[in-house]
């Protein structure tokens, strides 16, 4: 199934100029990693300190919109300009799972959405990512497989928060979206599981 990961060589066509400059600067992938990670976790902090200000809400689809970005950008410096490390590997992965958590956990606080279901959503998205990583252990690639992969989770609550800020009720009709966001959830993990034991199989057939 299509995500908004395939369009992810496009976005990054754009900011190549961007990234080569911050390069030049002497700015590392470390860094921009941190940054992102930090500025979710302090809008989401802000979120949830304040869940009845309608507007603050709309802080999030920014925030997703420019975290996005930044994690392009973190990947590109590391490929492209010879900033790969194992610290930048594991800041990667944990910065990404500690980033969804502090964005997406606030949406509990909102009273026309079950905190059930977004705490679930939250839990099985890091089992995803999970899967993804445990798949490099076991010999294959890192996996990325949707339905639900990161960024479509990003348009997902970004369109939900957007909706919060314009003061639009999401009674019901959210909470049939988180519910069918969870069942993706799911999938998303199987498939990934799935893909990395096919990839193993096939490379040792080769072998």
Same mark, same amino acid.
């Given at each position: 199934?299509?995500t908004l ?76 300009? /010879?900033?790969?490390?194992? *610290? !930048?590997?594991? =800041?990667?992965?944990? +910065?990404?799972v %500690?980033?969804?958590? #502090? &964005?997406? $956990? ?39 497989d ?14 939900? /928060?957007l909706?919060a800020? *314009? !003061?639009?009720? =999401?009674?019901?009709? +959210?909470?049939? %979206?988180?519910?069918? #966001? &969870?069942? $993706? ?23």
């Amino acid at each position: 199934m299509p995500t908004l990961y395939d369009i992810k060589p496009r976005f990054q066509a754009l900011l190549r100029p961007l990234v080569r400059r911050l390069a030049g600067a002497g700015v590392t992938a470390n860094q921009i990693t941190l940054l992102a990670a930090a500025m979710s976790v302090l809008v989401g902090a802000g979120v949830a300190w304040r869940p009845d200000t309608v507007l603050l809400w709309l802080l999030i689809p920014a925030t997703l919109f420019v975290r996005m970005a930044l994690n392009a950008i973190d990947g590109m410096l590391a490929r492209e300009h /010879a900033m790969k490390s194992p *610290l !930048g590997a594991m =800041l990667n992965e944990i +910065g990404d799972v %500690v980033a969804d958590a #502090a &964005l997406y $956990l606030p949406f509990a606080l909102l009273p026309s959405l079950s905190p059930a279901l977004v705490v679930g959503i939250v839990i099985l998205a890091g089992v995803s990512e999970m899967t993804g990583v445990v798949a490099v252990q076991i010999g294959a690639s890192r996996r990325y497989d949707g339905p639900l992969g990161k960024s479509d989770r990003a348009l997902l609550f970004g369109l939900l /928060a957007l909706l919060a800020g *314009l !003061g639009v009720t =999401l009674q019901t009709w +959210g909470n049939v %979206v988180l519910g069918v #966001a &969870l069942v $993706l959830l799911i999938l998303t993990i199987l498939n990934r599981g799935r893909q990395a034991l096919a990839e193993v199989r096939a490379a040792r057939a080769h072998g």
